[in-house]
T-cell receptor, first 111, second 116 residues
Framework: AQSVTQPDIHITVSEGASLELRCNYS??????LFWYVQSPGQGLQLLLK??????LVQGIKGFEAEFKRSQSSFNLRKPSVHWSDAAEYFC?????????FGAGTTVTVRA | SAVISQKPSRDICQRGTSLTIQCQVD?????MFWYRQQPGQSLTLIAT?????????ESGFVIDKFPISRPNLTFSTLTVSNMSPEDSSIYLC?????????????FGQGTRLTVV
């Protein structure tokens, strides 16, 4: 079964600095991969997704992610973070029509 | 996209009681999913609910504890039965937005449950 791992539990970044969140997926056929964001007290919002094709995926709120089959990774990036990006970020993979989520990475943005 | 309304948004319940959470979608969807997010944890799938059939539960979750109804293509309920403090979590409803597997999932705002 497909699964994802998020190695970083917590990341602190300065406002205006770049951000990269790591996500590794388990071996298998081309996965369907997602990044979701959960702001405090909110539900989950889809940032972007990858099914096939172009390995660099653009999402909402200025986020992008790159699918690298050689590294089994789907890392999320943002060139310049805003204070409103402070949230919990989840990588997810479709596993037999169901979503399996990583443990999540908490992002703290300092002024 | 799909807009999902969950009720209640939060509740504080006594142990031993039950709470029913409602999930309403603004369009017809094939699959609806219920997740649990324990404090500081990721999301864990409880069950998949299809209209007209019994819900399919994931390992570790049973129908007696988490009965689910799916009376039509826009509505579902999850009941948390005989609650204990360990059931304190956020419960989220999710729908399959494209009708072909969970290739794009939309989530409700969640129900924050505290059991005392």
């Amino acid at each position: 079964a497909q699964s994802v791992t998020q190695p970083d539990i917590h990341i602190t970044v300065s406002e205006g600095a770049s951000l990269e969140l790591r996500c590794n997926y388990s071996y298998g056929a081309t996965p369907y991969l997602f990044w979701y964001v959960q702001s405090p007290g909110q539900g989950l919002q889809l940032l972007l997704k990858y099914f096939s094709g172009d390995t660099l995926v653009q999402g909402i709120k200025g986020f992008e992610a790159e699918f690298k089959r050689s590294q089994s990774s789907f890392n999320l990036r943002k060139p310049s973070v805003h204070w409103s990006d402070a949230a919990e970020y989840f990588c997810a993979v479709v596993n037999d029509y169901k979503l399996s989520f990583g443990a999540g990475t908490t992002v703290t943005v300092r002024a | 996209s799909a807009v999902i309304s969950q009720k209640p948004s939060r509740d504080i319940c006594q142990r031993g009681t039950s709470l029913t959470i409602q999930c309403q979608v603004d369009s017809q969807v094939t699959m609806m999913f219920w997740y649990r997010q324990q404090p500081g944890q990721s999301l864990t799938l409880i069950a998949t609910a299809n209209q007209g059939s019994e819900a399919t539960y994931e390992s570790g979750f049973v129908i007696d504890k988490f009965p689910i109804s799916r009376p039509n293509l826009t509505f579902s309920t999850l009941t948390v039965s005989n609650m204990s403090p360990e059931d304190s979590s956020i419960y989220l409803c999710s729908v399959d937005g494209q009708g072909v597997g969970n290739t794009e999932a939309f989530f409700g705002q969640g129900t924050r449950l505290t059991v005392v």
